[in-house]
């Protein structure tokens, strides 16, 4: 008489369980959001750099300002006197390296493409695509993988600070792993069509309720799937 094999999930089965589980659970607590075309990528390229180390109020600001100075004409802000670049986006703060770095990307795409355009990123695969914008200057892979999913709805995932403390403390991720190490363990466990409404709200819950000091545990979704809420794993330590 044989005996049926009984199988036991692995650690990464388990773990893209927990994955799943808390898309699912975000989605049902904030809907879900669908993605209904995305902006120019040149113009998500250069606010993405704007946004570094700033909020959205401030690197919003910066833009619109680029944009009323020098119009919606890349080559004229390439031209244009970097002091005059500083103090259009000085909203962004960093604006010393920020402005440098829009100079100098825009110079690289005109020499790469001929003209200001990313379009063809829509064609490249996504490592490809990575490849190319984080060869940009002042691109690392949160902007890209931003321009990616947000202009293309690609299959890269962006982890900010908001993602990163969530994936720490749900114990997707280690307390001490990169953003670019988070990066990879979400898109193992889940399929790229997930990644923009889990992105979107992720960072919803890290603004209302999983916030960095006190967060608002009593009322998260996530409490059953949590390491931080019930100290296991390293919280436990």
């Known amino acids: 008489m044989s005996e049926t094999a009984i199988h036991m999930p692995s650690a990464d089965e388990l773990l893209a369980a927990k994955a799943a589980t ?43 300002q ?67 914008l984080t060869a940009l200057p002042g691109v690392g892979h949160k902007t890209a993988s931003i321009v990616l999913l947000f202009s293309f709805n690609r299959g890269a995932f962006p982890v900010d600070t908001h993602v990163q403390r969530i994936s720490q403390r749900l114990g997707i991720s280690g307390r001490r792993d990169s953003p670019e190490k988070i990066k990879g363990i979400w898109e193992r466990l889940l399929p790229p069509e997930t990644y923009y409404a889990l992105h979107l709200n992720l960072i919803r819950h890290g603004r209302e309720i999983c916030i960095a000091r006190n967060p608002k545990c009593e009322i998260c979704p996530l409490q059953r799937v949590c390491d931080y809420y019930s100290r296991a794993g390293e919280w436990a330590e």
């Open 66 to 132: 680029l944009k009323a100075t020098f119009g919606d004409d890349w080559e004229t802000v390439r031209n244009a006197p970097l002091e005059a670049i500083k103090e259009a986006i000085r909203p962004a703060g960093m604006y010393n390296q920020k402005a440098q770095n829009i100079v100098a990307t825009l110079t690289r795409i005109k020499e790469l493409e001929g003209e200001y355009t990313l379009d063809h990123l829509a064609t490249m695969t996504v490592p490809d695509a990575l490849a190319y």
């Open 22 to 64: 808390i898309y699912a659970g975000l989605n049902e607590f904030y809907g879900q959001p669908q993605w209904q075309g995305g902006e120019d990528p040149v113009d998500e390229l250069i606010w993405t750099i704007l946004s570094a180390n700033t909020n959205d109020t401030n690197s919003g600001r910066a833009f619109r």
